[in-house]
């Protein structure tokens, strides 16, 4: 049962839940689109573990009015304004897409959504995330949350959106704007924290955010410590193609902290 689910792997579904709010806010904020088919075959994972949206057949502008489904099978993604025109007058431009948020989350924690009349059912959805699916699959359209609502209100501790695994790749991709004393103090913690993430997640997206950050970020012998031990786990080729270079240039460094880590695990 996913109640019984290691940390690892719910830290691993709220990441994927996440990305797909994120692509979803910048769908409505920025680019004032709507989705229109949000379930989980529209979701496709890749192998460093993000989580892409696709499916994007229906997509229109905020203020048109979506297409009809070509495959039957997605109507029962459609939320309840879609046959009531009353309630459609009262559905903010994420509506729809907010309601499919919730379909995917059902879907990611029950399996595949067999007719709406399952939504009511919670099933192994966390607890952290009960309140805000029943707002996403509410029936007033007018009162669903929006993408960027979802995202600021799970990130505040102790949501659900807030664990080691997504605070660790947030860090990585602001890290040109972070402070000296964060950036020491986050890659001191770093290696303890990386027994949270999933080895894909390791080794194809927080790795190669680390050499990013030796190579243009100033991270210096910091980086070490983490990036040996996601090394630990790859095959000979690839630790020979993705660190050995940085090894190598980390031995020509003045620093001389960096050339005794370097040295002490030099086997």
Not at 42 to 58: H, I, M, N, P, R
Not at 180 to 193: H, M, N, P, Q, V
Not at 241 to 250: G, N
């Amino acid at each position: 049962s996913l109640h019984d689910a290691l940390p690892i792997w719910e830290y691993y579904l709220a990441w994927g839940i996440f990305q797909v709010c994120r692509a979803l806010a910048f769908l409505t904020n920025d680019a004032k689109l709507k989705h229109n088919n949000l379930n989980s075959a529209s979701v496709f994972v890749t192998a460093a573990g993000d989580w892409k949206l696709a499916g994007l057949e229906y997509v229109c502008g905020t203020e048109a009015e979506p297409g009809s489904k070509i495959l039957p099978s997605l109507e029962k993604y459609d939320p309840p304004e879609r046959k009531d025109p009353t309630k459609a007058r009262l559905a903010s431009p994420w509506a729809a897409d907010i309601w499919g948020l919730g379909c995917l989350v059902w879907e990611v924690y029950n399996g595949c959504l067999m007719s709406m009349e399952q939504l009511g059912k919670l099933g192994d959805i966390p607890k952290a995330l009960q309140p805000t699916y029943k707002e996403c699959v509410g029936a007033n359209p007018g009162k669903r949350p929006s993408p960027q609502e979802v995202i600021t209100r799970l990130r505040k501790s102790p949501g659900f959106f807030k664990n080691d695994l997504i605070d660790i790749v947030l860090f990585l991709e602001e890290l040109q704007i972070k402070e000296d004393g964060d950036k020491a103090r986050f890659f001191s913690s770093l290696s303890g924290l990386l027994d949270n993430c999933p080895k894909n997640v390791c080794q194809g997206k927080i790795l190669p955010q680390l050499i990013n950050a030796f190579e243009f970020g100033g991270a210096g012998s910091a980086i070490l410590t983490p990036v040996f031990k996601i090394g630990k786990e790859l095959e000979t080729a690839e630790f020979q193609a993705r660190i050995v270079p940085c090894i190598v240039k980390l031995f020509s460094s003045n620093d001389r902290n960096a050339r005794f880590k370097l040295l002490s695990q030099i086997e």
